[in-house]
C-alpha cells in the first residue's frame, strides 16, 4: 500500500498534479519539495506561484492535511514510497547537442539525491518530459552505488495544458504509465495505476513498456505543434489568395478523421515544451542516423518562426513601413490565455522586433508581471538552428522603450496601432469605440488571435488585420 509520496519539482507540472492527486486520494501524504525557497515560500502563501484556474481551491482543500510543500527534499524523498521527479528539462544552450537535446543536469542531481538518501526500495516516476532511453541511464545512476535497495522506474509523462491543468488532470483523456515488462516492473505500474485509479476510470490509463511511454510524449507534442504549423503555414496561403483560414479550419477539422481542435491559426505557438521536445525529438532522429526524419519535424518550429515574423513584418509594412517613434499597444504578453507564463511566448519575438524598428511599446497582461515581462526582452535569444551564434540582439537602451501598464486603455491611449498577443477573453469585451476615440488616426488593430470582431471595428473606423483575414 502507498502510504507517502512526494514529487520534486514544485513546478507547473509537479504543483497542480501532486495536489490535485492529494485531493483524490484522502489517505495518501503528498509532499511537493524544491530547492526554490521562494517558491516554495510562496506555495504555502495565499499567493501561489502560477495562476491557473480552480488551483486556488484545490490547493486551499488539502493544505496542511495531506499536502505539503518544503524545501526539505531529502527528509520528504528518504520517507516516500514513490518519488515523482518533476524538474524542469530545458533544451541545452552550450556544449554537445546545444540548442536541441535536453539538458538533464537538474533530472542527474535529483537521481544522484534520491540514490544518496534512499534506505528502503521505491518506485522513480518520471513525470518531466524526457529523452527516449532516459530511464535506462536514471537505472545507471540509481543503482551505481547500490546498497541492496531495490528502484523501479516508471515513466508517466504528464499531458495537462497551462490554463485548463486542473481540469485536465480531473479528467484526462489518458494516463500513460510506462514499466520495464518483468514481474517487479509490473508490480510497480500496478502500484501507480492504483494510485491514479482513485479518481480516472481504469480503461483510460494506458500501460506501456517505458521505451513507448516516453516517446510518446514527445511524439504527442510534435504531432499538437504540428496542426498549429499546418493550419499556420495555410493561413499565410489564404491571405495571398483571398480563402479564410477560420473558413478552411473549421472546413477540414469536421472530417472526423482530422477533428476540429487545435486548429486555431495564431501569431504562432509558445509555451515551455512545444519548441523544446520537437527539438529534442530532432536531436533523437539525428543520433540515431535518421537526417529525413529530423528534418520533417525541423520544418513545425521552422514555419513557427515564419509565422511570427510574418506578423511582425505585417505590422510594420502595413504602418507605412515605419513604426520609428510610433506608440504600439501590445495586449497580452503570456503565450495563451489563462496563465501568468511567458515562457518562449510569441510576444518576445514580435515585441523584439518592433523595438529593434524604434517603436515605442506599451505593454498589457492581465497576468504577468512588469518584471517579468522586462526580464523575457532583456534576454538573449538563441538561434535554434545556429546555437553557437548565440544571439545578443539588444541594443543599449531598448527596453526604455518599453513601458508596462495595468489596463488596456492606458496602453492603447495615443497609440498608433493594436497587437493582441494572447487570446484572454476580457479583450473581446472592451470599449473599442472608447479606444479608437483615444488614438492616433488611422488606428490600426493586428489581431494575432482572433480574438477581435473585425467586421465591428471597421465599421468603428479601425484597419484591422488579423491571422485571419487581411483587408
Ligand atoms: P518548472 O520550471 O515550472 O518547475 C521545475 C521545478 O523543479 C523548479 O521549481 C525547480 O526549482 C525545481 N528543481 C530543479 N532541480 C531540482 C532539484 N534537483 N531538486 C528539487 N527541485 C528541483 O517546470 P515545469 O513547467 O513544471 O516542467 C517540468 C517538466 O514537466 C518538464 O520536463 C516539462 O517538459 C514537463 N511538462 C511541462 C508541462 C507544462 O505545461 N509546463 C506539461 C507537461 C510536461
Ligand atoms: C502543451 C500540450 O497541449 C499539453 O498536452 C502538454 O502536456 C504540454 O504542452 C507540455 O508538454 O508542456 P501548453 O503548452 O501548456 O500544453 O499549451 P497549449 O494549449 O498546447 O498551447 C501551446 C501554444 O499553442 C500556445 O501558444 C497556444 O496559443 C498555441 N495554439 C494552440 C495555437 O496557436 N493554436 C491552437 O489551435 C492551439
Redesign the pocket.
Known amino acids: 500500500m502507498v502510504k507517502k509520496i512526494c514529487c520534486i519539482g514544485a513546478g507547473?507540472?509537479g504543483g497542480p498534479t501532486m495536489a490535485v492527486m492529494a485531493l483524490k486520494c484522502p489517505e495518501i501524504e503528498v509532499s511537493v519539495v524544491d530547492i526554490s525557497e521562494p517558491r516554495i515560500n510562496a506555495w504555502n502563501s495565499d499567493k501561489l506561484p502560477i495562476y491557473e484556474p480552480g488551483l486556488d481551491d484545490v490547493v486551499k482543500q488539502c493544505r496542511g492535511k495531506n499536502l505539503f510543500f518544503s524545501t526539505d527534499v531529502e527528509k520528504h524523498v528518504f520517507e516516500s514510497d514513490i518519488v515523482f521527479v518533476s524538474v524542469n528539462t530545458p533544451t541545452k544552450t552550450q556544449g554537445l547537442g546545444a540548442g536541441k537535446a535536453a539538458d538533464l543536469t537538474y533530472w542527474e542531481s535529483a537521481a544522484r539525491m534520491i540514490a544518496d538518501v534512499s534506505k528502503s526500495s521505491k518506485i522513480v516516476v518520471e513525470k518531466s518530459?524526457v529523452p527516449v532511453r532516459t530511464a535506462e541511464a536514471i537505472e545507471k545512476i540509481l543503482t551505481h552505488n547500490s546498497k541492496g535497495i531495490e528502484f523501479q522506474i516508471l515513466s508517466n509523462?504528464?499531458?495537462?495544458?497551462?490554463?485548463?491543468?486542473v481540469k485536465?488532470l480531473y479528467n484526462p483523456d489518458r494516463v500513460l504509465i510506462g514499466g520495464r515488462e518483468n514481474a517487479a516492473g509490473e508490480k510497480a505500474v500496478q502500484a501507480l495505476r492504483d494510485v491514479y485509479a482513485h479518481w480516472v476510470p481504469v480503461e483510460r490509463i494506458i500501460c506501456t513498456n517505458l521505451w513507448s511511454a516516453e516517446l510518446s510524449?514527445l511524439a504527442?507534442?510534435a504531432f499538437?505543434?504540428q496542426?498549429?504549423s499546418s493550419?499556420?503555414a495555410m493561413s499565410a496561403l489564404c491571405e495571398a489568395t483571398g480563402a479564410d483560414i477560420t473558413q478552411v479550419a473549421h472546413a477540414v477539422g469536421t472530417d472526423t478523421r482530422i477533428g476540429p481542435?487545435?486548429?486555431?491559426?495564431?501569431?504562432?505557438?509558445?509555451?515551455?515544451?512545444?519548441q523544446k521536445?520537437i527539438l529534442n525529438l530532432i536531436y533523437i532522429c539525428e543520433c540515431n542516423g535518421l537526417p529525413e526524419a529530423a528534418n520533417y519535424w525541423k520544418q513545425v518550429i521552422k514555419v513557427n518562426d515564419y509565422q511570427k515574423t510574418r506578423f511582425a513584418n505585417r505590422v510594420v509594412s502595413s504602418m507605412f513601413n515605419t513604426v520609428s517613434g510610433k506608440k504600439v499597444a501590445i495586449l497580452g504578453f503570456a503565450?495563451?490565455?489563462d496563465?501568468g507564463?511567458t515562457r518562449?511566448?510569441?510576444a518576445i519575438d514580435v515585441c523584439n522586433r518592433l523595438v529593434a524598428d524604434k517603436a515605442k511599446l506599451s505593454i498589457y497582461d492581465p497576468q504577468v508581471l512588469e518584471e517579468q515581462i522586462r526580464k523575457d526582452l532583456s534576454m538573449a535569444r538563441f538561434d535554434w538552428d545556429h546555437p553557437v551564434s548565440l544571439q545578443q540582439i539588444k541594443a543599449e537602451g531598448m527596453l526604455e522603450q518599453v513601458s508596462v501598464v495595468s489596463d488596456a486603455y492606458e496602453a492603447t491611449k495615443d497609440a498608433h496601432g493594436i497587437c493582441v498577443l494572447?487570446?484572454w477573453d476580457e479583450f473581446k469585451s472592451l470599449d473599442f469605440k472608447r479606444i479608437f476615440e483615444s488614438m492616433r488616426k488611422p488606428a490600426f488593430v493586428f489581431d494575432g488571435?482572433n480574438v477581435v470582431d473585425a467586421v465591428k471595428l471597421r465599421e468603428i473606423g479601425f484597419i484591422v488585420y488579423s491571422i485571419v483575414w487581411f483587408h
Not at 499531458?159 to 491543468?165: M, R, S, Y
Open positions: 507547473y507540472v518530459t509523462p504528464e499531458f495537462l495544458a497551462e490554463g485548463t491543468a485536465d510524449k504527442a507534442n499538437l505543434a496542426r498549429i493550419v499556420n481542435k487545435f486548429l486555431n491559426a495564431s501569431v504562432g505557438f509558445g509555451g515551455s515544451c512545444f521536445d503565450f495563451k490565455k496563465t507564463d518562449e511566448t510569441p494572447t487570446e488571435r
